[in-house]
């Protein structure tokens, strides 16, 4: 098979699964048709990351028995289904939150994770770069669907939207997922062999999932990926009444300034993957950790449009870099065999971070009255932070007799 056309299948199959990321343009919509308030839609999005997260690991589970074809098509059945289903929740918010939110979330977790998980073992002499394109996809779904999901709003009502949107994603899900599958094993590109910089960063076997767990370095990578998506998703879940606050203006001002740096986000997460293949994963996870320390401390006294713009979109660049590194630092610490459960059961990471920032910085901005407070803490536990990508390195086998004692699988 040509692995640059299974990873264009694998971007295009993210694409498709990143369009949760439009949920915003229908907070406004089913609030006023059904008079929930923005709080309680919002809740819908919440609930499908947190799906995504758990999900992800038993697909991981599953991938390994059954093979990434079967759990791509599944997951991208269950989100189509889910997100169809929803054009049902006529006046019912609880509907609305086990379609969408449950059922599409579960989907989306079997679905992402299989791209990373195959597209790590076709491109092991560009780990970072290639899961970086993968789920740059992913960050650009919204950029496809926003004005797509807003001209349908539009032309046929909010609801009938969510089934067109269902009978899409279903399509090209399941196509897309069908081009899903492991190459033989053993292979590696013709005439490749890793460089003394690559071996170095790499743990010289692959690790079933209970041993990587057991592993210091394993929770170590977690907590790197909790800390870096709760700040993002921090910014991500205030950033348009955010924006009228600091920069003063109105409401489709700020909505024009949320599409524009949402694009970071997609572009993080290529660009930090790209640069993670030439300074390693774990300096690239310090230069974003530090660059988000001065961007967080010093936007609550910007009061420019631009300005207010180029530092927000800098912070989702490492919002998504952080997605688009992580799996290739992953395989790289645990060998590519059995990255989708290792990395699947990681992403329960996004699953906390996508209630406990958004929480902090709502609760610390009721109490405070500005935005200013969370902002400052945040980058403070980024500071602090820090430590963790220099002090971790990859998992070591201790020799006993003459015998790797590490490389027993339990």
């Known amino acids: 098979m040509n692995r640059w056309g299974l990873a264009a299948a694998g971007v295009l199959l993210q694409i498709a699964l990143g369009a949760v990321y439009a949920w915003s343009v229908f907070r406004v919509p089913l609030s006023k048709q059904f008079g929930w308030t923005i709080s309680q839609v919002s809740l819908t999005f919440t609930i499908a990351i947190f799906a995504l997260g758990f999900a992800a690991f038993f697909a991981g589970l599953w991938l390994n028995r059954v093979g990434p074809r079967v759990v791509a098509i599944t997951g991208g059945a269950l989100y189509g289904i889910g997100v169809a289903l929803a054009s049902l929740a006529n006046h019912n918010l609880t509907w609305l939150y086990l379609s969408y939110g449950v059922i599409g979330g579960i989907g989306l977790g079997f679905s992402y994770i299989v791209p990373v998980a195959v597209l790590v073992k076709w491109f092991p002499d560009r780990r970072g770069l290639i899961t970086?394109?993968?789920?740059?996809?992913?960050?650009?779904?919204?950029?496809?669907?926003?004005?797509?999901?807003?001209?349908?709003?539009?032309?046929?009502?909010?609801?009938?939207?969510?089934?067109?949107?269902?009978?899409?994603?279903?399509?090209?899900?399941?196509?897309?997922?069908?081009?899903?599958?492991?190459?033989?094993?053993?292979?590696?590109?013709?005439?490749?062999?890793?460089?003394?910089?690559?071996?170095?960063?790499?743990?010289?076997?692959d690790y079933a999932l209970g041993?990587?767990?057991?592993?210091?370095?394993?929770?170590?990578?977690?907590?790197?990926?909790?800390?870096?998506?709760?700040?993002?998703?921090?910014?991500?879940?205030?950033?348009?009444?955010?924006?009228?606050?600091?920069?003063?203006?109105?409401?489709?001002?700020?909505?024009?300034?949320?599409?524009?740096?949402?694009?970071?986000?997609?572009?993080?997460?290529?660009f930090w993957a790209w640069l993670s293949d030439l300074v390693t994963r774990r300096m690239t996870f310090v230069i974003m950790y530090l660059l988000q320390v001065a961007l967080f401390w010093i936007l609550p006294s910007l009061h420019t449009v631009g300005i207010i713009t180029i530092v927000s979109f800098l912070i989702l660049m490492c919002y998504g870099g952080g997605f688009g590194t992580m799996p290739a630092f992953t395989a790289d610490y645990f060998g590519a065999k059995n990255v989708g459960p290792i990395y699947g059961l990681m992403l329960t990471a996004w699953s906390f971070a996508s209630v406990f920032g958004p929480v902090l910085i709502a609760q610390t901005r009721q109490s405070t009255g500005v935005y200013g407070g969370a902002l400052h803490i945040i980058a403070v536990v980024l500071l602090l932070s820090v430590v963790l990508p220099l002090i971790v390195r990859p998992p070591r086998a201790r020799v006993e007799m003459g015998e790797p004692t590490g490389s027993r699988m339990r």
């Not at 599958?181 to 003394?196: E, F, L, M, R």
């Not at 348009?240 to 572009?267: D, H, R, Y």
């Open 211 to 270: 041993d990587a767990v057991r592993s210091w370095q394993w929770w170590v990578l977690w907590g790197l990926l909790f800390l870096n998506t709760s700040a993002g998703i921090s910014l991500i879940s205030q950033e348009a009444p955010m924006f009228q606050e600091l920069a003063k203006v109105s409401a489709i001002t700020a909505a024009g300034m949320v599409g524009v740096v949402s694009f970071g986000n997609a572009l993080g997460r290529v």
């Open 132 to 205: 970086g394109v993968a789920v740059g996809g992913f960050g650009a779904g919204a950029l496809v669907t926003a004005p797509v999901a807003t001209r349908l709003i539009a032309s046929v009502g909010v609801l009938p939207t969510f089934l067109y949107l269902g009978i899409t994603y279903l399509i090209v899900t399941v196509i897309c997922g069908f081009f899903m599958q492991n190459p033989p094993p053993g292979w590696k590109p013709a005439g490749w062999n890793p460089s003394a910089t690559q071996t170095a960063q790499r743990s010289a076997r």
